[in-house]
């Protein structure tokens, strides 16, 4: 496939992350650059399957000047969504009823319609799944890989992650001396649907007492085992982290919402439950501190926006270099490309051989195993 790019799209789906805006920005630059126009689409696909809705027809120019001074704000200036897949899309059918319909190829139509070369999709699993699909559809499509799990597979990292791990250790930082003065027991719940990074690199960085997390079903009787260890110490206080996803043994994952037509199953309460039962099980005051969404926002961090720049850069090299149906992937010290298919739908856990999960039980710190 040869280059022939005149202009091309992007859009940001899924959950925010913060360096979304550092990756838009990257792009347009490196579009403009080589003499590319560049469109932003807006909330996801929704800017094309709604754009009636949109007072700029969901589309917009994307310029030097639209993207100046955005590389270290929060969020994303074209919008996100959780919602809207175009393989699965949510439709009111004559009988009343709700069913799912792809709609992708209204996708297809809207780019050759708008003359756009090229998509550039910035998402998670989810969005890279949609990505891989229009590639084999015929679209020209570059992923990039983003999630504040860091659970995107084939890539070292993912942008947003650094600055989720960061605030959640100022807050594990607070709440020591919150803790340590009311000899309290305190859960603190983060985000992390199936796999345990932010839990578990926050927790060893912001000393974490125990770290509960999806890939390691706990034992809560370990976790009571180490709390009053502590306080025979004369250590009359604790720091539990937990992962919205961590499951109990011979449980279940606490849900705050089941799966629906159009949207996934929602995650949380676990924090709130180990809460309940370590303070009925020890006799001490427990309180929980649920960070949720707090882990999304806010300004990425200097790693963070250099990942995020490098990967904006990195995706239009590639439409540069003829490539397409590929994700850039972070393989320090280096950038490389991975196809989608390889990536799509596949979600990367924190292995069992980690040398950090090594460093977490060489610190004494309970995994609830």
């Known amino acids: ?88 899309f949510p439709t009111r059918m004559p009988d009343g009823s709700t069913r799912e319909i792809d709609r992708s190829n209204e996708i297809l139509e809207f780019f050759a319609k708008k003359e756009f070369d090229a998509l550039v999709s910035v998402g ?77 690199h926050s927790g060893i960085a912001g000393n974490a007492h125990s770290i509960l997390m999806p890939e390691i079903p706990f034992d809560l009787d370990k976790v009571v085992e180490q709390i009053r260890a502590r306080d025979a110490d004369g ?11 961590a499951v109990p043994k011979n449980g279940h994952q606490e849900l705050l919402e089941q799966a629906g037509v159009g949207h996934a199953e929602r995650l949380g309460g676990i924090g709130e439950q180990v809460a309940k039962e370590l303070q009925e099980r020890t006799g001490k005051e427990a309180r929980v501190v649920v960070l949720g969404h707090l882990l999304r926002g806010g300004s990425p961090t200097s790693f963070d926006r250099l990942a995020a720049m490098r990967f904006g850069a990195a995706a239009v090299r590639a439409l540069d270099l003829g490539m397409s149906g590929v994700m850039v992937a972070l393989a320090f010290p280096n950038v490389n490309y991975v196809p989608l298919e390889e990536v799509a739908g596949r979600m990367k856990g924190v292995p069992m051989d980690s040398d950090t999960l090594q460093t977490a039980r060489d610190l004494g710190i309970c995994l609830g195993d």
């Open 1 to 88: 496939m040869t280059s022939q790019i005149r202009r091309i799209a992007i859009c940001t789906g899924g959950g925010d992350a913060p360096g979304l805006n550092a990756v838009i920005r990257s792009v347009v630059i490196a579009a403009a650059n080589r003499g590319w126009e560049c469109y932003g689409i807006r909330d996801g696909f929704n800017g094309i399957l709604f754009s009636e809705r949109y007072a700029d027809g969901g589309v917009f120019r994307l310029t030097r000047e639209r993207v100046r001074g955005i590389g270290h704000l929060g969020g994303t200036m074209l919008g996100t969504t959780n919602k809207g897949n175009p393989l699965h």
């Open 124 to 200: 998670g699993d989810g969005s890279l799944t949609i990505a891989d699909a229009l590639h084999k559809k015929g679209l020209r499509v570059v992923g990039v890989p983003k999630t504040i799990d860091n659970d995107l597979d084939k890539t070292v990292t993912t942008f947003g992650f650094d600055t989720a791990v960061e605030f959640a250790t100022e807050c594990l930082d607070r709440l020591h001396s919150t803790a340590e003065s009311h000899q309290r027991v305190m859960v603190v719940e983060v985000m992390g649907r199936y796999a345990g990074w932010i839990a578990l």
């Open 235 to 245: 250590r009359m206080y604790s720091v539990v982290l937990v992962a919205e996803g």
